[in-house]
């Protein structure tokens, strides 16, 4: 079965220090995976997609199949990067499935 | 509006009382999807309409919930007899053609947040 493993609940780091944000995945097959952000009282929303291979505030994840991940990095943490961060995998033709998310705050 | 608008944003219920939950997607979206998301948890599918079909239920918890999309627009969420364990955060989301799987874009509503007392 499809499923997505975010191991961080919390993760703190000091602004302008790398970020890492992990996501496991468990798939057969070529996944398509995506990063969701939620900031505060704000809605959620599409971060960044695989496919695009963009990058986005900063922000990049590179798919690595050998270790079925797609971490989300950042060389330098800013203040506005503190977030609720969810990683998603499709499944069945139309349907995402999310991980329970990583809250990161970055410490000014 | 320009964003996918849902009501009501909070919603206390007693147990065993019924409840209504709406979303106004984006205009034009065709696929509509419900989730439900407890405290400390990600968002969980519950279903799926594209235009007014419901494609897919597979994710509702129970007989008790019941999704519809008449005129293929608003949508509405119903849960009956509600249970403590149906506190959540109700959110809605929409999305463009093409498939979604291509492009992996939902827009999400802010969510209805139901507590049941």
């Known amino acids: 079965a499809q499923r997505v493993t975010q191991p961080e609940k919390l993760l703190s780091v000091f602004k302008g220090a790398p970020v890492e944000l992990k996501c496991n995945y468990s798939?057969?097959?070529?996944?398509?995976l995506f990063w969701y952000v939620q900031y505060s009282r704000q809605r959620l929303q599409l971060l960044l997609r695989h496919i695009s291979r963009e990058s986005i505030k900063g922000f990049t994840a590179d798919l690595n199949k050998g270790e079925t991940s797609f971490h989300l990095k950042k060389p330098f943490a800013q203040e506005e990067d503190s977030a609720m961060y969810y990683c998603a995998l499709p499944f069945g033709n139309e349907k995402l499935t999310f991980g329970t998310g990583t809250r990161l705050t970055i410490i000014p | 509006g320009a964003g996918v608008s849902q009501s009501p944003r909070y919603k206390v219920a007693k147990r065993g009382q019924d409840v209504a939950l709406r979303c106004d997607p984006i205009s034009g979206h065709v696929s509509l999807f419900w989730y439900q998301q407890a405290l400390g948890q990600g968002p969980e599918f519950l279903t799926y309409?594209?235009?007014?079909?419901?494609?897919?239920k597979s994710g509702l918890p129970s007989d008790r919930f019941f999704a519809e999309r008449p005129e293929g627009s608003v949508s509405t969420l119903k849960i009956q007899r509600t249970q403590q364990e149906d506190s959540a955060v109700y959110l809605c989301?929409?999305?463009?053609?093409?498939?979604?799987?291509?492009?992996?874009?939902?827009?999400f509503g802010e969510g209805s947040r139901l507590t049941v007392l």
């Open positions: 798939y057969s097959g070529s996944p398509e």
């Open positions: 309409f594209q235009n007014e079909a419901q494609l897919d």
């Open positions: 989301a929409s999305s463009p053609p093409p498939r979604l799987a291509a492009t992996g874009e939902l827009f």
